[in-house]
């Protein structure tokens, strides 16, 4: 495992997460997703640490309302969240983190604009 770290735009947010330096991340088709440019790294709840800046983050929801939005009150970045299809981990925003670690990286397609049809194959993503 590596430590990748990374941060809103503007820097007042941080956090760091444990993945491999070789990942595979999924870039979504939802409507969200299509607007924000999010690719996907999904990891365990206990991988993900907030470094800074939870005075910074506001909140969005739709929908089911299960998924919580996390957006920088700054800048408006989007640097991760807690996924509907992952209620138990963190989707982290690839293209917030430093390249620095990322010694490769896999991008695979997930069809959200089918979210119901697709969303079990997430959800193993989560479990450590």
């Given amino acids: 495992m590596t ?17 491999p330096a070789e990942i595979e991340v999924h870039e979504c088709n939802c409507s969200m997703c299509e607007r924000t440019g999010f690719l996907h790294l999904i990891v365990p709840k206990q991988n993900f640490r907030l470094l800074r800046g939870q005075e910074f983050i506001t909140t969005y929801t739709f929908n089911t309302r299960v998924a919580q939005h996390y957006f920088c009150k700054v800048c408006g ?5 807690i996924p509907r299809s992952n209620p138990d981990g963190f989707s982290v925003n690839v293209r917030c ?6 010694e490769k990286m896999t991008i695979i397609p997930f069809d959200g ?3 119901e049809a697709h969303a079990a194959a997430l959800a193993d993503l989560s479990r450590a």
Avoid: M, R
Wanted: proline share 3%; net charge neutral.
């Fill in 3 to 19: 430590v990748h770290t990374g941060s809103c735009h503007c820097g007042a947010i941080a956090i760091e997460v444990d993945a």
């Fill in 77 to 81: 970045c989007k640097p991760f969240y």
């Fill in 97 to 102: 983190l430093d390249k620095k670690f990322i």
């Fill in 113 to 115: 604009q089918n979210w």
